[in-house]
Structure formats: C-alpha cells, structure tokens
C-alpha cells in the first residue's frame, strides 16, 4: 500500500466502502447533476423500489418528463426547507396522495418487516473526483450520497506531501458557496441546503465542518485522541484516520449519525441557522453509553468525565432523548422516564433548549420549575403523564429523586437519571440533604462558602440508600471528586475491592489536555503568575522570602502587602493590579484581560472588593468582573 499518493488514499477508502455496502463505480462521478446536485439516478432507483406506486403515478402524469419534473420539485424542496428535513421528511409533490420519501431510517422498535426492507434498500454511495460546479472545473475528491442526496464532501490530504490544515485551507479558500463575481452559489457547498458536513482529512487527522463560508470556515477537530492529548493513535492496520471510514461511515453507523444525530437550530423568523454534527467523543460516549446499559440492564452507574469545551449540554440531550427510546433485544422499553437534572442556573436554560431541540416528537419533554403548582404535582403529573424526558434543576431535584425511588421501589418503574455536576447554592433542601452524610471536613467547607452539586446529592444519595436496581445514574462532569469517583466509578477488576492496582475510573473521558490542544478552551497555566514570581517582576528580581522579611525591619514595612496572611489580601492586590497594568494590559492592541484564582467563593468576593477599591483609589480605568454561580453571604456584603 502506498500511503503517500493522494490518489492512492482515495482507493483504500473507496475500495473499503465498497466492501461493506455502498455503492461505487468508476466513472460514477459523469453521472453527477452539477446544477441540482445530486446523483440522479439513485433518487430515481430509491423512488422507483420503495415506492413504485408513486413513480407509476409520476410517469402516467408527465410521461418521459416525470424524472426532470421530480427532480426540479426536490431542488427546490431543498432549497426552501433545507437538506436534512428533506432527507428525513421527504416533499410532496401536485398528484400524488402520499409524501414522496427520500430515506427510511432504523426505528427505536425494528419490528416491521416492511420497514426493515426499506431501511435495507438504502443507496449509500461513495463517488470521487466530483466536478460540482457549472462555473468552472474545480473538482472534490469524495462526495457521499444517500439515495442521492449528497450528505458529505471530502477533501483529503497525505502527510508525506501536506497536512489536514492544507485540505481546511482549501475549503476555506477555494471551495466558498458563492465565490466572488459568480452569479449563482453552488448548490453542493451551500447552507443548508447542500451536503450537510464537509470532511478535511489526512491519513493522521480529521476536521470538519457544517457550514463553508469563505476564509472565515470554522473547523472542529474530528480525532480520537491519543491517549490524552489530541490526535489520533497509531494505527498498526493502516492509517490513524481509518476509523471515520470504516466505523464513522460504516453503513449502519453513518445512517444512524443522520437520522438520530444531527439537529438544526433556527432563529426568531425560522431560518436554519446552524447545524449541529457530533463532535467524535460525543458520538463514542453516547454510543458505548447505550451498549453498556444495553448489556448490563437497568441499576447501573456510569461517569462521563469530559472536560469543559466538550459540548457536555449536547452530549447530555442526546444521551436523554437515546435513553428515552432505548429498546432491550426483547423489544421492552428500558426506562419509563429519563431525568435530566442540572444546577446551573444559567445553563440550565440552554440544556433545557438543547433537549427541546433534539426533540423529535412534540410533548415528550417536561420541565419541572415549581411556577404554577407544586414541585411535587408537577412532578407526579410528568410522572405519571407518559414524559419520555423530564428536566428539574437542583432545587427541584430532591424531589424528583425521591420520586422516582419511590416509583422504581413500589411499581416497579425504571428510570434513568442524567446529571451535569456544575456548581450551585450552599442553601437550602439541597444542602440540607447533605447535612447528614458530610464527613466534617466537607462540612467545614460548607459553611465556609462552598457549594453544593448534583454530584453532591447522588454521591448523599448513594451512600444513604442501598441499590436502586431500578434506577440507572448517569453523571456528567468535568473534574469528578473522589466520592464520585469511588461511587460511580468503574474498577478494572469489579470482582475485586478498589485498592491502588484496581482504582474506579471514569466511563468515558474527554480529557482537558484533549480540549486545550484541540483549542476548545485555553491554557490558563500558561500565562499563570505564580505570587512569588510577580513578587520578583515587581523588585527588580529580588526573591520573595517570609524570612527575610521578618529580619529585616528596613524593609519591612515596604513589603508588608506581599505578606500571604488572609488579611492582608489589599496588600497583595497592589501587586496583582501594578503586574497586569505593566505586564500584561498592553497586550492584545489594549485588550488583554487577566485571571485571579483564589480558594473559595468568600474570598473572591472579599478579593474583588480589594481590587475594585484599590483601582478607584489610584483612578485607574480598568473593570472587573467576578465569576461563581449562587450566592455568598459575608459580614461586609451580600454579592450575588
């Protein structure tokens, strides 16, 4: 095998394809309809096999122009309502009773022997070098059909000549939907209304993107990770990036990615305005997650530990709306009700949104607020009302989980119970929950303006009640406890109790390392400041040293601020205030921007009304912004 031809690159991944069931053929590419962008014949195929009825009724109506006249009412069903309603719900057409179906995908329930037929006849096709345009010769390297609507284009690149970054260059600047001084867009490479995800691969990485818009294209990381960090794994059978055509676009897999994954969001006046394609750990997470509870049935405990930047509030509607419809071998419903539960107060409106959009039937989400009757009615009556997917907050919570551990115990009910671990109040049913179960240390930091979470509750619950065999725990989070860890967690050997050789580990991991290199958030050590060295930055290198400073009385009273006793925080706001304005407010033509890590949320509080009284003291123009969630209670102030 030659790894370092393009066109050889091309041949392993189409020869591959062909062998596990799509379709492809040298010279498919002359069939390809540049103006309506689609491989014609197989929407004719699709049409004429699955719904004969209706192509007969085609041809009986327009005679020898039923193709031409199918095919311009599908271009513009693409172009008014998009192409991934389309795909999923067909268009009507003058003269037929019945919606003309562009796709059948695998239902939650695959019982019905018609519908399996017609989920088998499929067209998927692969068709390279793929001249799109009516304007000129340019040409992608793979375009992927599904019964001739195309869903992917494919740039690819080999490392012995150029890298992915070569193959998103060339989308972002030779491949625009509406290059300049042309008339008309390219179908093909339009939004939303051409192929839904565009792939910039090389044999040892993947990117992708939904939607092109010249050089401002953004492109997300479509890897694996390494162990880690980004990237993908050596591969000893071939290229790292082998897994997006031989398990991405496996033909079962890449059908269920269409149908089951892909959401639009729309705006106030319902214009398509994004596309969401899952990133690669969010497609393995939720994936492994559905096998595992497949295998083990209900009772389970699984911990999602995926860094922040992992796009968590999809992973989690996604898993919800999986879970809700998830069906055993036997054809039973697993779970009754999923419950999605997030404390933050702010977020907990986006995921709310994210699972509302992910919804595909309308009324199997409900959302507990407590606004017009009690929490518990709300509750008891999304319960008991046949909701797939119910979503509280952490206020609501305690009441939801005692709900539906007393539903599991007394009728005999199954739940999954999805939580996202973020940070909330220290008051109230939530923490006084936790009262009982807190070893002194964590309570100590209770009181002392630490906070309380759903990992919180559920690790209370866990050790207060036995197994729920009924309920299967399903935890989200960035930086998992070592309750958490020791509740949810997983050991290698499970026969065996956890000791150093056999220590529970998370379900799944999208690590931080991962999320920094692939740059989904920043680095924050990297521009960190130690106390000490800023100390040096600011004596002309002399070193900070406690001892000194207590010897010395000359110097004393000069450097009593960098003093590390609680106290003295003003002191040592100088310090952190004169570092940022010489040292780093320059930066960034004048907008750069700094970060002050502290121990607790009283004394972010008791720090930001250090800095703000110093600023105003020296008359200095520079803001300040304070971050935590809930509120704090402190002597001098109430911050919320």
């Known amino acids: 095998m030659s790894l370092h031809k393009e066109i050889n690159f091309e041949t392993d991944i189409c020869g591959h394809l062909a062998a596990h069931g799509w379709l492809y053929a040298e010279g498919a590419a002359q069939a390809y309809d540049r103006g309506r962008a689609l491989f014609s014949p197989d929407v004719i195929a699709w049409i004429q096999i699955t ?42 057409m003058i003269g037929l ?57 494919v740039e690819l690149k080999t490392d012995f000549t150029q890298s992915v970054a070569d193959a998103v260059d060339q989308y972002r600047f030779d491949r625009h939907p509406r290059p300049k001084g042309q008339s008309a867009a390219e179908p093909l490479l339009s939004f939303p209304n051409g ?113 922040a930047g992992s796009g968590k509030t999809n992973s989690i509607a996604w898993s919800a709306h999986f879970l809700a419809d998830l069906h055993s071998a036997e054809h039973k419903k697993m779970f009754d009700t999923v419950l999605v539960v997030s404390d933050r107060t702010v977020l907990d409106t986006q995921l709310q949104e994210a699972i509302f959009d992910f919804e595909r039937t309308a009324g199997v989400v409900a959302t507990i607020k407590g606004e017009s009757a009690s929490k518990s009615g709300e509750l008891a009556k999304a319960l008991s009302g046949g909701k797939k997917i119910v979503v509280c907050t952490i206020q609501t919570f305690p009441f939801a989980l005692k709900a539906v551990q007393e539903l599991a115990a007394t009728q005999g009910k199954r739940f999954a119970v999805i939580a996202d671990e973020a940070h909330s109040s220290q008051t109230g049913e939530a923490a006084a929950k936790l009262k009982a179960v807190l070893s002194a240390e964590e309570l100590r930091e209770l009181n002392d303006g630490g906070e309380v979470s759903t990992e919180d509750i559920l690790a209370a619950q866990m050790v207060a009640r036995s197994a729920d065999t009924g309920i299967t725990y399903v935890a989200f989070t960035a930086t998992p406890k070592a309750k958490t860890l020791e509740l949810f967690g997983r050991r290698p050997r499970p026969d065996l109790p956890a000791s150093k050789e056999n220590l529970p580990a998370a379900f799944h991991v999208y690590s931080m390392r991962q999320a920094i290199e692939e740059k989904f958030i920043l680095d924050v ?64 033509n004048g907008t750069a921007k700094a970060m002050v890590v502290v121990g607790s949320r009283l004394e972010v509080v008791r720090w930001k009304l250090a800095i703000e009284k110093y600023i105003k003291g020296q008359g200095y123009k520079i803001g300040t912004l304070v971050a935590f969630s809930g509120e704090v209670n402190d002597k001098c102030c109430l911050l919320h």
């Not at 020898?64 to 795909?87: F, N, P, W």
């Not at 990770?225 to 059978?237: I, Y």
């Not at 690669?280 to 997650?289: E, P």
Request: contains cysteine; aromatic residues 8%; proline residues 4%.
């Open 525 to 588: 050590l990297q521009n960190y400041t130690p106390y000490s060295t800023a100390f040096k930055l600011a004596h002309n290198g002399k070193e900070f040293d406690d001892k000194e400073v207590e010897k010395n009385e000359a110097i004393k009273g000069i450097m009593r601020w960098v003093r590390l006793h609680p106290y003295n925080i003003s002191q040592k706001v100088q310090v952190v205030v004169e570092h940022f304005r010489e040292n780093v407010a320059p930066l960034l």
């Open 51 to 92: 719904q004969p009825k209706a192509w007969d009724t085609l041809t009986k109506n327009h005679g020898t122009q039923a193709e031409s006249v199918l095919l311009d009412r599908l271009r513009k069903s693409l172009d008014d309502r998009g192409t991934l309603d389309v795909l999923r719900h067909g268009f009507e």
């Open 97 to 153: 009773r019945q919606t003309v179906t562009l796709s059948q995908f695998k239902p939650a329930l695959a019982m019905n022997p018609e519908t399996l037929k017609k989920y088998a006849d499929n067209r998927l096709r692969v068709v390279r070098q793929v001249h799109y345009s009516r304007h000129n010769e340019n040409c992608i390297d793979l375009v992927l059909f599904i019964n001739g609507l195309p869903m992917a284009t």
């Open 195 to 307: 192929a839904l995800v565009h792939f910039a691969v090389s044999n040892s990485e993947v990117h992708m993107t939904t939607k092109l818009v010249g050089g401002a294209t953004a492109f997300l990381p479509f890897n694996q990770g390494d162990n880690g960090a980004a990237g993908n794994p050596p591969n000893e059978e071939g290229h790292r990036t082998a897994y997006l055509w031989e398990k991405v676009w496996q033909r079962e897999s890449w059908l269920e990615i269409l149908g089951r994954y892909l959401v639009t969001q729309k705006d106030s006046k319902k214009q398509i305005t994004k596309i969401i394609f899952p990133r690669f750990h969010q497609l393995d997470a939720t994936r492994k997650l559905l096998a595992k509870v497949l295998e083990e049935g209900p009772g389970g405990k699984y911990l999602i530990q995926h860094s």
